[in-house]
């Protein structure tokens, strides 16, 4: 079993940053790909990051590109989202996942609230 923990979340002015980190634990996966998801009231979660095993491929959504930064320590079991120029738009639950083996997102974390204001 995979534990995942989110932590960093906050309360932050529009222009701000914010650095989350996702801790990962029990029998993680050599090769898995892991994810950031958000999920605002009334929208649908969404995929923001995602970063391969060797980081040497990553994938940002439009709406965060150019903004948010994926990175990952293997040797520590821990994912990271660096959050630039925050906007009141990215106000939303942040989940860490792992995709272990190529099928889909099997773990979730339970998630840490950012909230920008304007």
């Known amino acids: 079993q995979v534990q995942l923990v989110e932590s960093g979340g906050g309360l932050v002015q529009a222009g701000g940053s914010l650095r989350l980190s996702c801790a990962a634990s029990?029998?993680?996966?050599?090769?898995?790909?892991m994810g950031w998801f958000r999920q605002a009231p009334g929208k649908e979660r969404e995929l923001v990051a995602a970063i391969s095993w060797s980081s040497t491929n990553t994938y940002y959504s439009d709406s965060v590109k150019g903004r948010f930064t994926i990175s990952r320590d293997n040797a520590k079991n821990m994912v990271y989202l660096q959050m630039n120029s925050l906007k009141p738009e990215d106000t939303a639950v942040y989940y860490c996942?792992?995709?272990?083996?190529?099928?889909?997102?099997?773990?979730w974390g339970q998630g840490t609230q950012v909230t920008v204001s304007s």
């Open positions: 029990g029998r993680t996966f050599r090769g898995n790909v």
């Open positions: 996942a792992e995709d272990p083996n190529g099928f889909g997102y099997k773990y």
